[in-house]
């Protein structure tokens, strides 16, 4: 009999809300099946069991906040007879760790989950209590029997409550973004890189290819970012104990950004196994998985590098700041023409800026820079990212 | 189809791709990607789900005739003649 356990979503999640089971007592489950769903401030989050057996005992219901490691169902394993007299786990509903006064305007109200029965309108949990903390009436935001999510609540918030109270996801980078400032002390490298070359050959192959499969040039760099990762994997790991770890297993955490505000970077998870056609197709669901809010816990807790990709938002050359405990981020900039010296002529070609932002205690310029040049390499010679 | 109902087709992809978007930002004229933030990503999605409705792929080195509502209503009136 082992316990499943909520999970920790990242170093700054103290807790979330059990949304709903997948799954009931009594069924079989499989090792990476997705048995509940989870709110956080990343998003409603799926979460997966790591082991074969029969869910023995719910222990907790839906809509329910449950602190980090808290046991939420018992799993036995197959053959394991059921056990009737489990000594009681510990309560479920716990409230906010006790932090000081993370809502100093209303800390009576901030611990409270229960919701009064009279209330028929579908909202999150995280919906409700924010709606409470911030004085907003949820039939104002309900429309058409729809359930009300806390997206919604939060952008209804009166511009004076949106100051004082970042959202959840605003909060998460700022304690991820502060931590990487103060502990990792970043080097940064650049260089333009002659895209077209890469592009032409990109063009060749979606002509060939229907609509549905076409790929986009974010494919094809996460691709040869990857190739690169293969060949200088010091860049792709983490850092952790004062020792730098490198992972076998490459899975880029991709920035995504969320139209209304924040972005989040789920991990491309195993990528260094995907040709370029996989690539493009793990992708496309990641982006629409991530834009729909159903990301699965692996991808938002194993990202091993990152990759940042601003080249719509049109500028020319992304700085990043490393996400711990990562050790390097890969900034690539807006693709445009620029002159371009080949031999002795001066020419116009797609030029664009890569930048690695490193980890300097876990790899020096030299690895940054090796990395760097083994990219451009692969993007003069597309077709070795097939 | 006639233009008009091209129109409104490509309306209703970019706001089924792009649901938080409001129907009155959508402006004729304007660049679709840069006036509604839409990443090539997503732009690439429309195009597919018109290629379901109109029945016309956009081939990239076409991107340039398709950039805002009206250039795309018109690409699309055009090869649907032909």
């Not at chain 1, 309560?91 to 901030?110: D, F, G, I, L």
Request: hydrophobic letters at 40%.
């Amino acid at each position: 009999m082992s316990q499943f356990v909520m999970p920790s979503l990242g170093a700054d999640m103290e807790s979330a809300v059990l949304m709903e089971w997948h799954v009931k007592e009594g069924d079989h489950v499989t090792k990476g099946q997705v048995i509940a769903e989870v709110e956080t401030s990343k998003g409603v989050i799926e979460i997966e069991v790591f082991e074969e057996g029969i869910v023995d005992k719910i222990l907790v219901e839906e809509e329910t906040e449950c602190a980090v490691g808290t046991p939420l169902a018992m799993i036995r394993s197959i053959g394991e007879s059921p056990v009737q007299n489990e000594t009681p786990p510990p309560p479920s509903v716990e409230p906010e760790p006790a932090k000081p006064a993370p809502h100093p305007s209303a800390p009576a109200e901030a611990n409270t989950t229960e919701v009064p029965e009279e209330i028929r309108i579908k909202a999150s949990p995280a919906a409700r209590r924010k709606a409470k903390e911030m004085g907003i009436d949820l039939f104002s935001l309900a429309a058409q029997g729809e359930e009300v999510h806390l997206s919604q609540v939060e952008s209804a918030a009166p511009p004076a409550a949106e100051k004082s109270a970042a959202s959840g996801m605003r909060q998460a980078i700022a304690k991820a973004m502060s931590r990487s400032n103060a502990e990792i002390p970043h080097y940064y490298l650049s260089t333009g890189i002659n895209m077209t070359p890469a592009l032409r050959w990109l063009e060749e192959e979606n002509k060939k290819r229907s609509i549905k499969e076409r790929i986009l040039p974010a494919a094809l760099l996460i691709r040869a970012v990857v190739k690169a990762l293969e060949k200088v994997p010091e860049l792709n790991g983490f850092w952790k104990d004062d020792a730098p770890q490198i992972s076998t297993q490459i899975n880029p955490g991709i920035a995504i950004a969320l139209r209304k505000e924040g972005l989040i970077t789920p991990a491309l998870l195993d990528a260094g196994k995907m040709g370029l056609y996989e690539t493009m197709g793990a992708l496309d669901d990641l982006i629409t998985r991530t834009r729909a809010g159903k990301l699965r816990n692996t991808e938002i807790t194993r990202q091993t590098i990152t990759i940042t990709n601003l080249g719509d938002l049109g500028v020319e050359s992304v700085y990043g700041v490393i996400y711990p405990p990562q050790v390097a981020l890969v900034g690539l900039g807006r693709i445009m023409d620029a002159p371009w010296a080949e031999g002795d002529a001066l020419t116009v070609r797609k030029v664009m800026q890569a930048t690695l932002a490193g980890d300097h205690r876990a790899s020096d310029g030299r690895t940054g820079a090796k990395f760097l040049e083994t990219f451009n390499e692969y993007l003069q010679h597309p077709e070795e990212l097939l | 189809m006639t233009k008009e109902q091209i129109t409104k087709a490509i309306i209703t992809q970019i706001l089924e791709i792009a649901p938080d978007i409001d129907e009155a930002d959508i402006i004729p004229d304007k660049n679709i990607q840069r006036s509604l933030e839409i990443d090539s990503f997503d732009f690439l999605k429309i195009l597919t789900a018109l290629n379901e409705v109109v029945g016309i792929e956009v081939p990239e080195s076409d991107y340039g005739a398709v950039d805002t509502v009206e250039h795309m209503s018109e690409y699309f009136a055009r090869r649907l003649e032909h």
